[in-house]
């Protein structure tokens, strides 16, 4: 089935991609891409099926990436649908679902919130530091405004300081843009570091700081 997906945030970019499904449920599909814009946890607007008649009515629903696959000449992606508002989508309990990993290691989806504040990041296999700047941070990561984003992938250390206070973690590079900036995943933040996001973000989503280490 002919479908449509654009990214449900702004810190995911600006695209819009038409494919074909591979498999469908009443609550998911897969299908196959060479892009490799697409994260577990990302949330998307989803068109399906879609009808590419001008005439049509195409409305957008919901939808969440749940499990990202390696494949030949590309990926394979799992997207479940939900609703706006709703709690991230437990893997475990999808039926395209990522295998069980540790609470360390778990990416968890959080809304973030606009905050400037000065960052260094240092690229930790090879040393290299830039200086940046966050344009928002969540309790799970934050986006960095720079002309030179690291590789997709990379592991990072972090620090941004704010208000007079500084946070230090290591994170992980989710999503990048050339010329523009990249996304950010924290690594394993402590109840003390969550403690800090708490203050920086006291608007943010209710939580727990041990729903985070």
Known sequence: MRMRVRPGSFDDGAFEEIAYTLDV???????????????AGMRLRVNFPYDPNPHSVNGDDFGEVVRV?????GYGVAIVFWKRGAESVAATRMQYAQPRQRSGEERRSHE??????????IDLPTGMRTNANTSDVSFGG??????NPFRLGATLRLKIEHGGERLEAEANV???FEGSGMGLAFRDITAEQATLLAQWLPAAEEFSISDTI
């Open 69 to 73: 696959e390696p494949k030949r000449a």
């Open 25 to 39: 449920t009443r609550k998911a599909f897969y299908f196959h891409t060479a892009s490799d814009r697409y994260r």
């Open 112 to 121: 973030r919130q606009p905050l400037v504040a000065a960052a260094e990041l």
């Open 142 to 147: 934050c986006y960095v405004n720079t002309l």
């Open 174 to 176: 989710c999503t990048r």
